[in-house]
């Protein structure tokens, strides 16, 4: 088994994944908001 140390990992790639998620997931129910207050506005 590979040796490993606690508290060594590099975890910046993961963080970065991780912060582009978040901000994808945030954008689009931005945009799915607007469509619906959109729909609602235009679409009687």
């Known amino acids: 088994m590979a040796d490993h140390e606690h ?4 975890y910046k790639e993961q963080q970065k994944m991780f912060d582009g998620f978040v901000s994808f997931v945030t954008r ?8 619906l207050v959109l729909m609602a506005i235009f679409i009687r």
């Open 7 to 10: 508290g060594t990992m590099d």
């Open 28 to 35: 689009t129910v931005i945009v799915i908001l607007v469509l």
